[in-house]
């Protein structure tokens, strides 16, 4: 079974600030997602990705498959980004996912 | 925009009873999943089906069952709730491999 291990746990920033989340996995998969929950609300996929890197906006996604690593950054924070921010990965691309336990993240004004 | 509907935001039931949680999508696509969110543990898959009347158990199917009689639609099923079932169950849907589509949720208390 794969261990989805995500850093921080909780991050507070200023507005404007550039913002990193981490992401390890122990398992070889085929897609790591990038997911996000704002208070209350659904989960909304940000990324899906198997290789290299994606852009969408501000948010950048990379990955590693060698050594088994993600990273979500955000770039020029804004308030409207506080939301928790969830890895999670597929072994096959067509099964459930493996989640980790999910970044806090408040940007203050 | 993908559309998947949870049949309650919020449900209600009592120790015993069997409670059916509904998912409908609408962009035909073939997988389907349940998972459950709870602080501290986060999100866990329960079941998932990548065809009608297909099913696969996940990390989590002790207490549940499921049922895809239609594409579109896919069912959970508590047989004997517990209170050890209260928690947010999220349903999500897919094509492969695609990003998956999350419902909105349905936030389940057992008394």
């Known amino acids: 079974k794969n261990e989805v291990e995500q850093s921080p746990q909780n991050l507070t920033a200023q507005e404007g600030e550039f913002i990193t989340i981490n992401c390890s996995y122990s398992v070889g998969i085929s897609a790591l997602h990038w997911l996000q929950q704002h208070p209350g609300g659904g989960i909304v996929s940000l990324f899906m990705l198997s290789s290299g890197k994606k852009k969408h906006g501000r948010l950048i996604a990379t990955i590693n498959i060698q050594e088994k690593h993600s990273s979500l950054h955000i770039t020029a924070s804004h308030p409207r980004d506080s939301a928790v921010y969830i890895c999670?990965?597929?072994?096959?691309?067509?099964?459930?996912?493996?989640f980790g336990k999910g970044t806090h993240l408040i940007i203050q004004p | 925009d993908v559309k998947v509907t949870q049949s309650s935001r919020y449900l209600v039931k009592r120790t015993g009873e069997k409670v059916f949680l509904e998912c409908v999508q609408d962009m035909d696509h073939e997988n389907m999943f349940w998972y459950r969110q709870d602080p501290g543990l986060g999100l866990r898959l329960i079941y998932f089906?990548?065809?009608?009347?297909?099913?696969e158990k996940g990390d989590i199917p002790e207490g549940y069952s499921v049922s895809r009689e239609k594409k579109e639609r896919f069912s959970l099923i508590l047989e004997s709730a517990s209170t050890n079932q209260t928690s947010m169950y999220l349903c999500?849907?897919?094509?492969?491999?695609?990003?998956?589509?999350f419902g909105p949720g349905t936030r389940l208390t057992v008394t």
């Open positions: 999500a849907s897919s094509f492969w491999p695609s990003e998956q589509y």
């Open positions: 089906s990548y065809d009608v009347k297909m099913k």
């Open positions: 999670a990965v597929s072994p096959t691309g067509a099964d459930g996912l493996t």
